[in-house]
């Protein structure tokens, strides 16, 4: 009997290894000579198997661990290109009615001063006050500084008139705010004269119209007395921007 294959039933965790090939010299006939028996080992056995463990480690896989703790979030990234317009919006409701307006409304800005004093030319240059009011509705004129301040923006129509001083010369502006508008002038001469001055004036919401007297390096001055007014100043609203308000 050349040998016996021992099969050894074990549970899934033992694996078969097939048995070792028996080790030869290089000089050993490959086969045996003809008539020769082989003679089987002491214990009548060729070959015993070699057992080798193998373990699966899929059937040791524990139960799923509890979630762990969520991490810092990172840093934002770069942003995005803007995407496309959105299809537009339906129309709205229309609003409701404002309340009827008044159509006999109008605005009314007017004023007339005049002074009844002279005035000669100091080092710098003078605002023209007055004294005397003949009109001055909602008080638009400050009788104190010489000046119109503008309540309602619009055009506007001013004038000036004034009275020479003999061999003086005569040098006023019209202003508007800071802004020179129109010249009131008078060479010196041996008579007195009349003079008058006339322009129209697109104002805004608090604009100044004021008349001002030339500094000393031109000398010149303006005649008034205490019987009659040789001076006036007049203003008033052509136009107003907005109507109604």
Known sequence: ML???????????????????????????????????????????SHVPEVRTY?????????????????TPGKAGQEGP??????????????????????????????????????????SYQALVFDTVFVNLDDHFNMFNGKFLCHVPGIYFFNVNIHTWNFKETYLHIMHNDTEQAIVYAQPSDRSIMQSQSVMLQLELKDEVWVRLYKRERENAVYSDDVD??????GYLIKGSVEGN
């Open 3 to 45: 040998g016996v294959l021992i099969l050894v039933s074990l549970p899934s965790l033992v694996a078969l290894v097939p048995p070792p090939v028996p080790c030869r010299h290089c000089c050993d006939h490959l086969e045996p000579e003809e008539g020769s028996a082989a003679q089987p080992p002491a214990g009548g056995f």
């Open 82 to 123: 803007p995407g496309s317009s959105g299809p537009t919006g339906s129309k709205g409701t229309k609003g409701q009615a404002g309340l009827p307006g008044d159509p006999c409304k109008v605005h009314y800005s007017a004023f007339s001063v005049g002074r009844r004093k002279s005035l000669h030319s100091l080092e």
């Open 229 to 234: 007014v040789y001076i006036t100043f007049n």
């Open 55 to 71: 373990i699966n480690m899929t059937i040791l896989k524990g139960d799923k661990g509890e979630r762990g703790d969520r991490g």
